[in-house]
């Protein structure tokens, strides 16, 4: 399938897990606005050191810091055929300007209510090694590899309260946004991975 697929959703929804699997379907790559501003931020970087107090208090880094971010990704080779968008776009601008770059062919929305967000992050770990993300509660990590997880500095309770208001105000939107467009695909988030990989695989298969 030519084009980009956006996978959307909560903090929490658990694209970046879900990711894996699209990315084994469709060979295309992981773009994860996410993972690339905290590898800014551990590389301090001019652009870490700025994104750093917004993320830190589950604010958005400015759209323009984004926008320019994706433009210079969107130039590597393997992104040709289209990637996968995991946490981008985040507002409507973002969606207006990635509409002028490139095509979005589909918009997976992983739908999970605020009450099962805050329990799902506030477990969550991760292995630096390997980049696996775990939960203490839903995917328990083995336990030789427990003494070298690390926790998300902006996966505390309070902070994660800031990123789900976040997400109504500035990022809920963007569904009926891509809906009017006929590109929004949902999915329902709230069974276990495995489950919501079967949904997702399903969408992808069907697009
Ligand atoms: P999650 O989806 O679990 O909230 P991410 O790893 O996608 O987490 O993002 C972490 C933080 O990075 C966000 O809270 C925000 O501060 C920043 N960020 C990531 N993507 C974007 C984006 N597209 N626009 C603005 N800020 C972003």
């Known amino acids: 399938m030519a084009g980009s697929i956006v996978l959307f959703g909560p903090p929490g929804a658990g694209k970046g897990t879900q990711a894996t699997r699209i990315v084994e379907l469709t060979g295309k790559p992981q773009v994860s606005t996410g993972d690339m501003l905290r590898a800014a931020v551990s590389a301090g970087t001019e652009l870490g050191i700025e994104a ?7 604010h958005l880094v400015p759209d323009q810091v984004i926008i320019g971010l994706i433009e210079e990704r969107l130039m590597e080779p393997d992104a040709t055929n289209g ?7 985040r ?7 990635l509409a002028s770059i490139t095509q979005v062919s589909a918009v997976i929305s992983i739908e999970v ?12 770990r991760m292995d630096p090694d390997t980049g696996d993300i775990y939960n203490i509660s839903f995917k328990p990590p083995p336990p030789e590899i427990e003494h070298r997880l690390i926790q998300r500095k902006d996966d505390t309770e309070e902070t994660v ?3 789900l208001e976040t997400y109504h105000e500035q990022t809920e939107p963007l569904g009926s946004w891509y809906g009017s467009r006929g590109l929004l695909i ?3 988030g709230c069974g276990t991975i495995a489950e919501v990989g079967d949904a997702v695989t399903s969408a992808v298969i069907n697009l």
């Open 52 to 58: 750093k107090g917004y993320m830190d208090s589950g």
């Open 91 to 97: 507002t409507v601008p973002q969606a207006e300007a």
């Open 186 to 188: 949902p999915v329902d």
């Open 113 to 124: 209510p605020d009450g099962d967000i805050v329990d799902r992050i506030v477990g969550r």
């Open 161 to 163: 309260r800031n990123r």
């Open 83 to 89: 990637v996968l968008f995991d946490g981008f776009p």
